[in-house]
């Protein structure tokens, strides 16, 4: 849905609920609807300021998915003791940010209903699957909200993972490319990825598989621009592995060796472009274990005018045969084993002095 259609199926919804809890107490003994007098008009009122209130769009989402988001803001509304609209619309806000904590902090339930009934997890279950068929509908959202030209927008993936984090987002994408492991248009790459990720069958009492309640249906090829996308986002987050550093500086240094003359813009330097994901997930120390790897003295990472990106730059006089640096074991490392109890170490005799010796 749009972001208009949501705030509207929004106020739709809290419409409803009024109309609903306005029957039940018309029906009541009078004394009892004077009882409830302050908390209709409060409603009426939570109604009024939703019609020009405009949340953004992943907190009225998330406000959507209660089943009473008008009691829900209603029981913000009289924490507060509120005495003016702005309060009211506060809390609206509140609520909704609340909802999207919620929604965002609930742990996913990576097991079927068949074991939750015997763990006595139904309710843990139940959410979680509610969560992962609204994530499936965020993600159609988005894709259908950011798609045009040809082009899936840079917005689409982050909305979602404001919404749900990494871990649901990507759950609900492994499925969907596990249930159509058929489609031709799902990159190799993000197949393979998706048979990481461990996802049971869950069928029901007539043997459908529950799984395909939260399969993305929106087309197979944006599905996975918007998984690649996904995964690369994810991936920019996690630290970068001595093993990956490793690697980077080996295509480093095999890409200066490769031109028979130098290749930098005034014909001084051999230069190679470090990779932008590297770039993306690299510390500081990354880059010094970088900088040690490769066994250049001139060695310098600099940009280059009218050029993109950062670059790997040696003097064309560097001898380029030589391999890579092998990490040198931390000094405090190596004390800490010398002394380690249980091995045993050599004690060698104490050096002598000179005049000792002639003594």
């Not at 997890?121 to 988005?142: F, G, M, P, T």
């Not at 010398?338 to 045993?344: N, R, Y």
């Amino acid at each position: 849905m749009t972001p208009e259609k949501i705030l509207a199926a929004l106020y739709q919804k809290m419409n409803t609920e009024q109309s609903e809890y306005r029957d039940w107490l018309k029906s009541q003994p009078p004394e009892e609807i004077l009882n409830h007098a302050q908390e209709y008009i409060a409603r009426e009122n939570i109604l009024l300021a939703m019609e020009s209130l405009e949340l953004p769009t992943v907190q009225a989402a998330a406000l959507l998915s209660s089943s009473f988001p008008l009691a829900d803001t209603y029981r913000e509304f009289e924490k507060r003791r509120p005495g003016y609209m702005d309060v009211i619309q506060d809390s609206i806000e509140a609520c909704a940010m609340a909802a999207l904590d919620a929604q965002r902090e609930l742990p996913l339930y990576r097991h079927p209903a068949a074991y939750a009934r015997e763990q006595g997890e139904l309710d843990l279950y139940r959410a979680s699957r509610r969560a992962n068929i609204v994530c499936k509908d965020a993600i159609e959202s988005a894709i259908s909200n950011n798609y045009q030209n040809s082009r899936l927008g840079k917005d689409a993936v982050p909305q979602v993972i404001e919404q749900f984090g990494y871990t649901r987002t990507l759950y609900v994408l492994a499925n969907t490319v596990q249930q159509k492991n058929w489609d031709g248009r799902f990159s190799p790459a993000n197949k393979t990825w998706a048979k990481t990720v461990s996802i049971p069958p869950n069928p029901d009492s007539f043997g459908s598989d529950r799984n395909l309640d939260f399969v993305v249906d929106s087309h197979p090829g944006l599905v996975d621009l918007f998984l690649s996308q996904a995964r690369q986002d994810y991936l920019r987050l996690q630290p970068l592995t001595p093993e990956e550093i490793r690697a980077e500086a080996a295509r480093l240094l095999q890409e200066l060796r490769m031109p028979d003359t130098p290749n930098s813009p005034h014909g001084t330097h051999y230069m190679a472009r470090v990779s932008p994901d590297f770039l993306a997930r690299a510390s500081s120390q990354a880059h010094d274990q970088l900088m040690t790897l490769l066994p250049f003295r001139s060695l310098a990472l600099t940009g280059m005018k009218d050029l993109p990106g950062i670059y790997a730059t040696i003097l064309a006089s560097e001898d380029r045969s030589k391999e890579l640096r092998q990490y040198r074991s931390s000094v405090r490392r190596q004390l800490k084993q010398e002394s380690s109890p249980g091995e045993k170490s050599e004690k060698k005799p104490p050096v002598r002095r000179k005049k000792e010796a002639q003594r």
